[in-house]
């Protein structure tokens, strides 16, 4: 075994903390200068930060609302705020990010220097969740910028594919960071006392089939026919093909993601009357989330396509999501594109 691939199977090891396990895999790809892993450790300081935030939230007063709306048209929420604005000064500080592409700003905030990268992130999913003490989280995909010439916004306005890594963390029972750069998906948890993440989940596999859906069945008077019949075939008595499926819906994406990621099943998030185009965001929410799936063996589409190679039309362009084990994605593919 060589020295790299040394390197790389030690930062497998349950135990290994996130800072070695990044430090090993960029010392293990071909002509990787280490500023990648440098942005990532920047991440996951931010992700540490909002931890202590969102635990302390309560005695702080940053429950509740703001009374402002964001660009999206949704009441912000203070803790939305504050974990936008600790991204934006972390990775500013870094010296790694060119740019980056929040749920929170109308426009991208560009950073004059030499970043080679791009990052997009939705601060804090799961917003309404908040005051209720139900898991919420943050999602992030890196890019690289533009080194022609061209301007920055265009290495954010790529399809999936460009992703060089992505991650979520979800603040829970238990803080947990799930990443992945290409090789593999892995998965963290936060020890408080120390203040630093552990290898707690070692290469992550969505498994080939599941058994719980999660889905809004409070849209389900505004969804298509073919949505219809997907809703009620899953429901459905049959032992022969496995159903019904349960049924767990959050309202979180992360939470309700990182389920399935872990449990296998499928998530949908369809299109509607209400939502023609899709409501979750394709830049800082789906994509991140499509990568990962797909690292960890699973599927991701807009009902139809496939995630990944889906071209952004705007920094909040929004879309579709289904995404989970492979059995179930395709099987929901099949009744998108009415074969059943």
């Not at 073919?226 to 819906?249: F, V």
């Not at 889906?310 to 929901?332: D, F, N, Q």
Request: glycine share 12%; charged share 20%; proline share 4%.
């Amino acid at each position: 075994m060589s020295e790299s691939s040394s390197a790389i199977h030690a930062s497998t090891v349950v135990g290994t903390t996130l800072e070695a396990h990044i430090t090993a895999g960029t010392r293990g790809a071909p002509g990787a200068t280490g500023e990648l892993g440098s942005l990532l450790n920047a991440i996951a300081l931010a992700v540490r930060i909002i931890h202590t935030r969102v635990r302390a939230a309560g005695l702080a007063d940053m429950l509740g609302y703001t009374g402002d709306t964001n660009v999206q048209g949704e009441e912000v929420q203070k803790l939305d705020v504050l974990a936008n604005e600790i991204l934006i000064a972390v990775l500013e500080k870094s010296g790694r990010c060119a740019a980056i592409a929040s749920e929170e700003l109308e426009e991208a905030r560009i950073f004059p220097g030499s970043g080679k990268y791009i990052v997009a992130f939705d601060p804090l999913d799961g917003s309404s969740n908040i005051d209720v003490n139900i898991s919420i989280g943050t999602i992030f995909c890196v890019l690289r910028a533009p080194v022609d010439g061209r301007p920055v916004l265009e290495g954010a306005l790529v399809p999936g594919t460009q992703i060089v890594a992505a991650g979520y963390s979800v603040y829970g029972s238990a803080t947990t960071l799930i990443l992945s750069t290409g090789q593999g998906v892995h998965g963290f948890t936060l020890d408080p006392g120390v203040g630093e993440f552990f290898l707690s989940h070692p290469r992550i596999r969505c498994p080939e089939r599941g058994s719980i859906y999660s889905v809004n069945e409070g849209n389900s008077v505004r969804w298509d026919e073919c949505t219809r019949r997907w809703a009620a075939w899953i429901k459905s008595e049959d032992k022969a093909q496995g159903l019904p499926y349960g049924h767990r819906y959050v309202g979180s994406l992360v939470a309700d993601a990182h389920r399935t990621l872990l449990k296998g099943g499928i998530f949908a998030y369809p299109s509607d009357k209400k939502s023609p185009g899709g409501k979750l965001r394709l830049l800082y929410e789906a994509n991140p989330m499509a990568y990962l799936f797909e690292q960890a063996g699973g599927m991701a589409t807009n009902g139809v396509d496939r995630i990944l190679d889906i071209v952004p039309t705007g920094l909040h362009a929004r879309t579709p999501l289904v995404l989970g084990s492979k059995h179930e994605v395709e099987t929901y593919r099949d009744f998108a594109r009415g074969v059943r």
